[in-house]
């Protein structure tokens, strides 16, 4: 008898697991759309930790496009994007740089303008186009140099 107890609060506890695991998935998909269409969402998505994937590089009428992963470079880079405004660009895990970064609408296209301004006054400040698209955040010059990053952690 008590072997049947078991048995069957194993199968409610197995059971419940299976029917909770989509409900989990489906949490991680609504923090990540597949499309970002404001820049309220893009400052909300964008907060995290983001991990370099690769760079494509490919200049109008260049020919063959060139990729560079944190392999083929031997360094990883990682920015980090926190709620109040503030990020970090790390390299190899201890190089950083810090700033603070702007997002806007871009005139241009539909897509927006990141602006990370150096805390440090001798750097330059930075100004790209950026694409929140499918779980990537894109950073662009638009003329042929494209970097992609991956989620690695959320919100700070």
């Given at each position: 008898?008590?072997?049947?107890?078991?048995?069957?609060?194993?199968?409610?506890?197995?059971?419940?697991?299976?029917?909770?695991?989509?409900?989990?998935?489906?949490?991680?998909?609504?923090?990540?759309?597949?499309?970002?269409?404001?820049?309220?969402?893009?400052?909300?998505?964008?907060?995290?930790?983001?991990?370099?994937?690769?760079?494509?590089?490919?200049?109008?009428?260049?020919?063959?496009?060139?990729?560079?992963?944190?392999?083929?470079?031997?360094?990883?880079?990682?920015?980090?994007?926190?709620k109040d405004g503030t990020a970090a660009k790390i390299e190899n895990g201890k190089d950083s740089i810090d700033y603070n970064f702007e997002?806007?609408?871009?005139?241009?296209?539909?897509?927006?303008?990141?602006?990370?301004?150096?805390?440090?006054?001798?750097?330059?400040?930075?100004?790209?186009?950026?694409?929140?698209?499918?779980?990537?955040?894109?950073?662009?010059?638009?003329l042929g140099v494209s970097s992609y990053y991956i989620r690695k952690a959320k919100q700070l």
């Amino acid at each position: 008898m008590e072997n049947s107890i078991k048995n069957t609060l194993f199968q409610l506890l197995t059971a419940g697991t299976f029917f909770c695991l989509p409900l989990l998935g489906g949490c991680q998909k609504a923090e990540l759309p597949d499309e970002v269409n404001t820049v309220e969402e893009a400052r909300r998505v964008i907060v995290g930790e983001w991990e370099w994937e690769r760079t494509e590089i490919n200049y109008r009428g260049q020919g063959n496009t060139i990729y560079e992963t944190p392999d083929t470079e031997n360094k990883t880079i990682q920015y980090v994007f926190r709620k109040d405004g503030t990020a970090a660009k790390i390299e190899n895990g201890k190089d950083s740089i810090d700033y603070n970064f702007e997002i806007e609408e871009s005139l241009e296209s539909s897509d927006f303008h990141l602006t990370l301004s150096p805390k440090d006054i001798n750097i330059q400040v930075s100004r790209t186009f950026l694409i929140l698209y499918n779980g990537n955040l894109i950073l662009t010059n638009r003329l042929g140099v494209s970097s992609y990053y991956i989620r690695k952690a959320k919100q700070l």
